[in-house]
């Protein structure tokens, strides 16, 4: 998977075609962390076909602007979250919990009723059906342990641990099969380390072993400041938990630095692990030249070998205009291109 030096590749979700999904209630209400059914815009007889036709115009546009490892796009979610998420046994779906967001606003979530267990496949037609599609290396996202956790309220086990350790069993479940349709690369997404350092600190690296044991092949754990459409204004300049992930079983690392403008020597902290590095920024609609893609990449490898740098955005990029978000992976692509050239 990580043959090409400097590697381009999706953080996570790609725009969702406007006839498929109400962009306005989309918007409006934030990453929604239960069932938001009434934002599809297609009937749920059709959905499945719908959003096939939806993942492969996004297949398209990432094999067109040169992507190396490509992904479904997060086409088929609500969020990054709560497809998984809330197709898990021991969840009340009819009557939600709340609990504060990152940024403290009360948010609609799981509620924990029984124990956590993985009932069926979620992702794995998923993986299937993208790979039916494309030769190119594939790589499929899904939620944490730790994140999930952090977003659920827990009316079961009242023990952080027990509780997140449960979402781990459940993902090494589904990521087992989702190897085995074809994924070439697993993502783990856990933002919620970054906002939850003295939890992280205690469990963090534990979650990540448990949902990753037992999977061979390239895997990475993806932390962030959260959307930029939603996290508005500056972000942090550093990462509150990230050194400690040098000791999780991830090959790599992902993280956001473009528009928080994270200096490039916390890769020093990563010796490692390969990185994800994210130099397109998400907050802005303008798209990055490729030279400033480039110097981003410069940047980066001040602090770390060619070999295990990833260029990619900070984030998904759900949140943008389809055409803005095409022409920043076009900048990605020759970005990197110019960096390989100079070390070539």
């Known amino acids: 998977m990580f043959d090409t030096l400097i590697p381009t590749t999706l953080v996570g979700s790609y725009p969702q075609p406007a006839w498929l999904v109400d962009k306005e209630k989309l918007l409006g209400s934030g990453p929604p962390r239960v069932r938001m059914r009434d934002v599809w815009r297609v ?27 490509v992904s479904d796009g997060e086409i088929r979610r609500e969020s990054y979250f709560n497809r998984f998420a809330n197709a898990l046994d021991g969840i009340d779906l009819e009557t939600p919990g709340i609990v504060p967001s990152r940024n403290g606003r009360p948010t609609q979530v799981p509620r924990v009723v029984g124990p956590i267990r993985r009932c069926k496949p979620v992702q794995v037609r998923d993986v299937a059906f993208l790979r ?27 023990d952080q641990e027990a509780l997140i350790m449960a979402y781990a069993d459940a993902l090494n479940e589904e990521v087992r099969e989702l190897k085995d349709a074809g994924a070439d690369v697993i993502q783990i997404d856990e933002p919620y380390m970054q906002a939850n350092p003295i939890e992280a600190e205690k469990f963090g690296v534990a979650a990540i072993d448990r949902a990753l044991d037992g999977i061979e092949g390239p895997t990475v754990v993806h932390l962030c400041f959260g959307y930029a459409y939603v996290v508005k204004g500056k972000k942090p300049e550093g990462y509150s938990f990230l050194p400690q992930l040098d000791a999780c079983r991830a090959d790599a690392i992902s993280i956001e630095a473009a528009q928080p403008k994270l200096d490039p020597v916390i890769l020093e902290k990563l010796p490692s692990k390969k990185v994800l590095f994210g130099v397109i920024d998400l907050g802005t609609e303008d798209v990055e030249t490729p030279e400033l893609v480039a110097e981003r990449l410069r940047g980066a490898l001040k602090h770390i070998p060619a070999e295990r740098l990833i260029a990619a955005p900070d984030c998904g990029m759900k949140y943008l205009p389809r055409d803005v978000a095409f022409g920043k992976l076009q900048a990605l692509v020759q970005g990197a291109a110019i960096i390989r050239n100079e070390i070539n």
């Not at 290396?137 to 977003?151: D, N, Q, R, S, V």
């Open 43 to 69: 009937s749920e007889d059709l959905l499945e076909e719908a959003q096939d036709d939806a993942t492969l115009t996004a297949l398209h546009d990432q094999e067109r602007a040169g992507i190396d490892i």
């Open 132 to 158: 039916a599609q494309t030769d190119q290396p594939i790589k499929i996202t899904i939620p944490g342990a730790f994140t999930m956790a952090k977003l659920a309220l827990d009316e079961h086990y009242s």
